[in-house]
């Protein structure tokens, strides 16, 4: 079986900060004021008081079974590795056309102006090739991210996955798209009231 690397996120324990996943993303990538590879959104509050819940979501590149902006991308430059299942743009290749920006249902493409090319999370590429976590997971303050394997049975987040059947979702899927990260929220009284930030609602894990 073909690896597929995700990233895991409990939404319990994210704090909304923009610290782990944002700050330290921008820092480690070196990308400028504005555009960045994840975004932050706020889910809530739901509920009626007294009981409210409130919760942030932070949303980066699903790496997506059937990614959209490798379907567009008129060069190859955007395109799906074989090898560990995540969804990368070759600089060289690209002709800063931003198709897939337009293409992504999830808004994680970014434009880099300086270098005239899209730009999106690779899980830290360079890390994890020198045995490093990504920058987000290695910084998140709340210990909500997470990075590994979806397909390897004892990396941690299928681990989590297990540990948290019934809890576990991923983000609306209008387009077939089928995005493979995972959202961890647990015990959510209000979850039906969750809206999704773009169409529909998150869809559980089946």
């Known amino acids: 079986m073909e690896s597929q690397y995700i990233i895991l996120v409990e939404l319990d324990r994210c704090i909304g900060c923009h610290g782990g996943c944002q700050v330290a993303c921008k820092t480690e990538h070196s ?15 739901t509920g ?7 919760y942030f979501m932070p949303v980066m590149c699903q790496q997506c079974e059937n990614p959209s902006c490798t379907e567009v ?4 430059a955007c395109y799906k590795s074989g090898d560990d299942g995540v969804v990368y743009i070759d600089r060289d290749m690209c002709i800063g056309c931003q198709s897939c920006m337009k293409s992504c249902p999830y808004q994680c493409i970014i434009f880099n102006k300086e270098l005239n090319v899209s730009d999106k999370c690779d899980i830290c590429s360079g890390r994890r090739a020198d045995g490093l976590p990504p920058a987000c997971v ?21 681990v989590l996955i297990r540990e948290n059947e019934g809890h576990v979702y991923t983000l609306a899927d209008p387009n077939g798209n089928n995005p493979q990260a995972r959202y961890i929220l647990r015990d959510c009284r209000w979850i039906e009231e969750l809206p999704f930030i773009y169409a529909g609602k998150m869809r559980g894990e089946i």
Not at 31 to 45: A, E, N, Q, T, V
Not at 147 to 152: E, K, L, S, T
């Open 73 to 76: 991308c008129p060069t190859g």
């Open 138 to 158: 290695r910084n998140c303050a709340g210990g909500a991210l997470h990075y590994g394997d979806i397909n390897d049975p004892d990396s941690e987040v299928s």
């Open 48 to 54: 009626k008081y007294p009981d409210i819940e409130m």
């Open 31 to 45: 990308i400028s004021l504005g555009p960045s590879r994840s975004k932050m959104y706020s889910m809530g509050p």
